[in-house]
């Protein structure tokens, strides 16, 4: 079962957690308007540690990012937490 | 294997050549369908299917085998609506016994906005088509009289979309009716065999990598199920697909009949009773991406609460074992078939927790379209392009997972 160590929190179940995608839009693509479709549909989709968003939605209502392997679904880190912050940011 | 396999079944499985015509990458219900329509349809059996596992190993074992068409889009709605007549025709055209019941299929609605989802659901259905009515209450208890109409005092079922030829099929049975009609006209079916890359050359694909060794082809196509993206971004192709688990569990024998399929896109979980007498129980993907494919207590008891709410016979079972699939799911909830922009490279993806009832429609369109190299005109509203054309096909409310 996949748990989370919220900073503020302390360690809950990923049901109270809405998860957020960081795109990752490959450099080789520079056009803008690719860049845009790329990063509204297409997915990286990577099977092994990635960085992304959770949102404790039924906590203290405040986005963190963590690292994670999707293979395992083991959490390596909790990078950071803010709150107010976009979560679009390229990783 | 068990005795059906060894006895009634002819699988003959094979080594893999160095040249194709037509290389299949997954073993599973999409990829063999394709060869066997290759086979009986197009007359091109110089093919193989490349399995990783063992056939069906993947997402074409762990689903909950329903086969509907009661989509909310014209499109999608004619789509599934073929497939559901295939697989009525596929025992006769086959011999096999695909195990296909046809059982009806009940889509509940719980608060004003799902009846009218539910209304427009019959619509839509009925003039694409494919057979939905809208059903009051007291003919709801009657076609599935275990159900709580007031839902536990929390979800009153209000109305329901009834979709007669709803049905179901077992999903082994279907993989190996298909793999051995491939089998027996000369498609060389391969497992334990993993393909690691796509192999291009300029804008053209060649072949394929894998663990033993190269193989060529002119033309490739990826029926792979979870991995997709890693291996189409071996050849550069970006796709719209992100991969969720989605997990399904099923009870003890209940010694009651339970007809029909149950399912409520308002609660997020569907229920239908399989040959053996279980109780099988779905319900929505994982939040989050995964490839793990384990098993959560988490997802058991917020599913079973739900479950219970409409069914409250179910508390006097117990639950008898519990998987997990994976789901390749699309930004707008439809598949994402055809080509890739690399040339001879095709996909067929996107099968979410819609691919089940999709396998002989989808094997019969992209068997069409390696024949011909045209894209048959059913499947073109689902090319990837669509995304970049804007005519995205949003259809999240008849996934029933969402």
Not at chain 2, 233 to 239: D, E, I, K, P, S
Not at chain 2, 327 to 335: A, E, N, Q
Request: proline share 4%.
């Amino acid at each position: 079962m996949l748990r989370l160590a919220c900073p503020n929190c302390g360690e809950r179940s990923v049901v109270e957690f809405r998860y957020g995608e960081i795109p990752i839009v490959p450099e080789e693509l520079t056009d803008p308007e690719a860049r845009d479709l790329d990063r509204a549909f297409m997915r990286s989709n990577i099977e092994g540690i990635v960085t992304e968003r959770w949102f404790h939605e039924a906590g203290c209502r405040r986005w963190m990012t963590v690292r994670r392997d999707t293979r395992t679904d083991e959490v390596l880190e909790i990078v950071s937490q803010s709150s107010g912050q976009r979560s679009d940011r390229t990783a | 294997m068990n005795e059906f396999v060894e006895h009634r079944v002819k699988l003959r499985f094979a080594d893999p050549r160095r040249t194709y015509d037509v290389v299949i990458v997954g073993g599973g219900g999409h990829g063999l369908a394709t060869a066997y329509y290759l086979a009986t349809r197009h007359g091109i059996t110089n093919v193989a299917v490349l399995e990783r596992g063992y056939i069906g190993a993947g997402n074409s074992g762990r689903n909950t085998t329903v086969i509907r068409a009661n989509y909310g889009v014209p499109a999608t709605v004619r789509f599934y609506q073929h497939s559901l007549e295939l697989y009525q025709r596929l025992e006769a055209e086959t011999g096999r016994w695909i195990m296909h019941n046809e059982k009806g299929l009940l889509w509940l609605a719980h608060t004003e906005m799902g009846l009218r989802a539910e209304r427009a659901r019959a619509r839509i259905n009925t003039a694409c088509g494919s057979e939905t009515v809208f059903v009051e209450p007291d003919e709801i208890k009657r076609i599935c009289p275990q159900l709580d109409l007031a839902g536990a005092g929390r979800y009153p079922i209000l109305g329901a979309s009834y979709h007669p030829h709803g049905a179901t099929a077992r999903h082994d049975r279907v993989v190996w009716t298909y793999a051995e009609g491939a089998m027996e006209r000369g498609v060389d079916v391969v497992q334990r065999i993993a393909v690691s890359g796509i192999r291009t050359a300029g804008d053209r694909v060649v072949g394929v990598e894998t663990d033993q060794g190269p193989i060529d082809a002119p033309v490739v196509l990826s029926a792979v199920g979870g991995h997709v993206t890693t291996l189409c971004a071996t050849a550069g192709v970006r796709l719209p697909i992100r991969t969720h688990p989605l997990q399904a569990f099923v009870t003890n024998h209940y010694e009651g009949t339970f007809e029909a399929i149950v399912a409520s896109t308002e609660l997020l979980f569907y229920a239908s009773q399989t040959a053996r007498g279980e109780m099988l129980i779905g319900a929505e993907i994982d939040r989050q991406p995964s490839y793990s494919y384990r098993s959560t207590f988490d997802f058991l008891s917020s599913c079973t609460g739900r479950a219970l709410a409409l069914l409250p016979f179910m508390g006097n079972l117990r639950i008898l074992r519990q998987w997990t699939g994976v789901c390749d799911m699309s930004p707008d909830y439809t598949p994402v078939m055809g080509e890739t922009g690399v040339d001879g490279l095709l996909v067929t993806t996107g099968w979410g927790t819609w691919g089940f009832k999709a396998i002989p429609a989808g094997g019969e369109a992209m068997a069409e379209m390696i024949a011909t190299g045209r894209t048959p005109e059913m499947i073109a509203p689902f090319s990837v392009n669509r995304f970049a054309a804007d005519r995205t096909l949003a259809d999240r409310g008849s996934s029933g997972t969402h």
